[in-house]
């Protein structure tokens, strides 16, 4: 399995990017990719998850409303539109095959099993 982020870069406060994680080794329509941040000294934070089966999405408080997950199956590629953006969105962004530890599991609980290389997104202010 590989995931591979890109679309990372400097935008300034209140601009746009959107992220995309390649994939290769499994097919993404059956599958759960998540996408996280990392700040230095920080913990790796989970910001955006799908469910590759029935499309469910789970979305960080700090980012409801400005970020939208979605991915293209026939591409094997999953995206982060990210708007509205603020200088403590900073960090390197990676995405992750994702999958539940157990029956009950939501995909906000959803663990991560594959990662990717990282994309740095750099907001000013």
């Known amino acids: 399995v590989q995931l591979q982020a890109s679309g990372g870069g400097l935008v300034q406060s209140g601009g746009s990017l959107r992220l995309a994680c390649s994939t290769a080794g499994f097919t993404l329509s059956y599958n759960h990719i998540g996408w996280f941040r990392q700040v230095p000294g920080k913990e790796r934070e989970g910001v955006s998850y799908i469910n590759g089966g029935d499309g469910s999405t789970y979305y960080a408080d700090s980012v409801k409303g400005r970020f939208t997950i979605s991915k293209d199956n026939t591409q094997n590629t999953a995206y982060l539109q990210m708007n509205s953006l603020k200088p403590e969105d900073t960090g390197i962004y990676y995405c992750?095959?994702?999958?539940?530890?157990?029956?009950?599991?939501?995909?906000?609980?959803?663990?991560?099993?594959?990662w990717g290389r990282g994309t740095q997104v750099t907001v000013s202010s």
């Open positions: 992750a095959a994702l999958g539940p530890n157990g029956p009950d599991d939501t995909v906000a609980t959803y663990q991560p099993w594959a």
